[in-house]
């Protein structure tokens, strides 16, 4: 795996034309910088980004909770078939899957905050968009 990865960094080197030729591209160091950047931009949607997190930590949270988001499913006419995502805070990555799986259900979890008073962290419809 280390070999493959080497070989990647010494394509991208020539591939980018980085400054230097490339002798301060680190991969572990581009990856950090990355989640930095991506976190940093995630602020300015943490409402959202709570709510979610917050609707699929619900959803999830017990197998009554679990029964009633696949009850709400049918009755919405949705599909379960992509499942609910749970984010992991420090990967900006699982946060984009769980916001794409979140999305699918956006219906669902309108019907929810309607028939479930426990339900209380639904996103608003300008904060889905």
Avoid at 67 to 86: A, H, M, P, T, W
Avoid at 111 to 122: P, R
Wanted: proline residues 2%.
């Amino acid at each position: 795996n280390a070999s493959s990865n080497d070989l990647c960094v010494d394509m991208m080197k020539v591939q980018l034309k980085l400054l230097c030729d490339g002798d301060y591209f680190h991969v572990r160091c581009c990856a950090h910088i990355l989640n930095l950047i991506v976190k940093e931009g995630l602020k300015d949607v943490d409402d959202a980004v709570f709510k979610v997190r917050e609707c699929v930590k619900y959803c999830k949270g017990s197998q009554i909770r679990k029964q009633r988001f696949l009850e709400s499913c049918k009755l919405c006419d949705i599909v379960y078939n992509k499942g609910l995502c749970q984010d992991v805070p420090t990967r900006w990555n699982s946060t984009y899957l769980m916001f794409e799986s979140a999305l699918y259900y956006k219906k669902v979890f309108s019907h929810l905050e309607v028939v479930d008073s426990n339900f209380i962290h639904c996103p608003r419809m300008d904060e889905w968009a």
